[in-house]
């Protein structure tokens, strides 16, 4: 059984504007990156299915699926908010992004895949239930979440977000509901400006000062996520895997290195292990260095396919 890999065209053609950091070329890099090391060759790749409205609806309002449809253009751009633009092609792209996430959900929980990466954008951690925003319109990973709780019979799911910004929509959707744990790890000086107190007991929240560097990413997750996911014993491991916190993405300054994010997917793995049956599913956030991204997601991927 190889790692899932779900990914479609259609994410490539979503566009916020010349210059924009999340752009087409992130997943192209991603791909090559991929092939080039021999990983795809490990894998079972999947063109992602679009996500039905049902699926959405489960953790997004359908006014704001009513707001976004009424917002997209059929040329040039819309703007949903300073740094968040809509093309003719984002709405495609989205359910696309979202709709791998729960393909990919389906592979791992019927045992078809041991785990599975999906690579898509528009990114999904900071769409809320009623609206989207920094670069995101539907939460892909939240709605792989809702989907296992609802359709695979799971009683508890983790959510683990490592990007360099705060999930501050899977937290909007998830905060008080005990049937997932949300563990998320952040710059806490960045977007959208989370402060320490978490919500809820289901979020576990490992804000990191600028410059800390990868040691203190691994000491907080040892300390607050590692002991947190134990107690709760998750059947399932969704991961918002953003590559941003790398010390060569100019979006944030965590200074994280590959060796990094290699360390925190053995980590996510050991646990999938322990209560999970290994079953992983995760869905690309951030990363906007393309040279950075590629050998990020590349060491993250290497872990999964490794498994
Ligand atoms: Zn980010």
Redesign the pocket.
């Known amino acids: 059984m190889l790692t899932a890999y779900l990914t479609h065209p259609d994410c490539e053609r979503h566009q916020m504007g010349p210059d924009h950091p999340e752009c087409p070329e992130r997943l192209a890099v991603l791909n090559d990156h991929l092939l080039i090391k021999g990983l795809l060759d490990c894998m079972q790749a999947e063109e992602a299915p679009e996500v039905t409205d049902e699926q959405l609806l489960r953790v997004h309002c359908g006014l704001w699926l009513a707001q976004l449809q009424a917002l997209s253009p059929a040329s040039g751009y819309a703007r949903l908010d300073a740094d968040t633009l809509v093309n003719a092609y984002t709405l495609r792209a989205a359910r696309r992004a979202a709709g791998a996430a729960v393909r990919a959900v389906d592979l791992v929980m019927s045992g078809q895949a041991p785990n599975a990466f999906c690579a898509v954008r528009p990114p999904g951690h900071h769409a809320k239930r009623s609206t989207g925003g920094g670069f995101c319109f539907f939460n892909n990973a939240a709605v792989g979440v809702a989907h296992a709780l609802a359709v695979h019979g799971v009683q508890r799911v983790a959510l683990v977000d490592f ?3 705060h999930g501050d929509g899977s937290e909007d959707i998830w905060a008080g509901d005990d049937r997932v744990l949300l563990c998320s790890s952040y710059q806490h000086d960045l977007y959208p400006f989370r402060d320490a107190a978490p919500p809820a007991s289901n979020v576990v929240l490992a804000p990191l000062p600028a410059r800390s560097g990868g040691g203190a990413m691994r000491e907080a997750v040892s300390q607050h996520w590692l002991p947190a996911l134990q107690r709760f014993e998750p059947e399932l491991l969704v991961i918002s895997a ?1 590559f ?1 916190a790398h010390r060569e993405d100019d ?1 944030g300054n965590l200074g994280w290195s590959e060796s990094d994010y290699q360390w925190v997917t053995e980590q996510l793995l050991q646990q999938a292990r322990a209560s999970a049956r290994g079953r992983i599913v995760s869905c690309l ?2 990363g906007y260095s393309l040279s950075a991204l590629a050998r990020s997601a590349g060491a993250h991927v290497r872990v999964l396919v490794e498994a």
């Open positions: 990007d360099v910004h953003g941003d979006m956030e951030g």
